[in-house]
């Protein structure tokens, strides 16, 4: 079983700006000029829409690389619109979040159409997006 890692993320006394640590590994998040920050990285649903993203394109390279398929690379592009001031001003009353993502594939190989629709299938199956579609809990620690 994996070792459970931790993410931490510390933002400062003003603004948005987001550093987050993660396995050594050292990212900033932050929100757009027009709804108040600096735009110095992508916004928290841009992360969660990578990690989707990853996950997909990920598992659908273990498959071919399982089963010895020529794939030669796969591009997952992800879209989602969201208010993100709404979602704040009314954020202690109703839930808030993304609907949905589009997410479009793009497969790059002399792959056969049986084998391209069993990729396509097999990304529904990704950790990331299976846990999204079922909803998680966060228990306080």
Request: hydrophobic share 35%; aromatic share 4%; glycine share 10%.
């Amino acid at each position: 079983m994996a070792q459970p890692s931790e993410v931490s993320v510390r933002v400062g006394a003003s603004g948005f700006r987001a550093e987050i640590s993660a396995r050594g590994h050292t990212l900033v998040a932050d929100e757009p000029v027009d709804v108040g920050g600096t735009n110095e990285g992508p916004t928290p649903y841009d992360y969660l829409a990578a990690a989707l993203g990853s996950c997909t394109a990920m598992t659908i390279r273990i498959y071919a690389d399982r089963r010895g398929w020529p794939l030669q690379s796969v591009t997952v592009r992800l879209t989602h619109s969201r208010e993100h001031e709404r979602d704040c001003e009314e954020c202690e009353a109703s839930p808030v979040g993304i609907d949905q993502f589009t997410r479009k594939i793009e497969l790059v190989g002399d792959l056969t159409e049986e084998q391209r629709e069993g990729l396509l299938r097999i990304a529904d199956r990704c950790p990331v997006g299976q846990t999204l579609q079922r909803g998680l809990r966060i228990l306080p620690g």
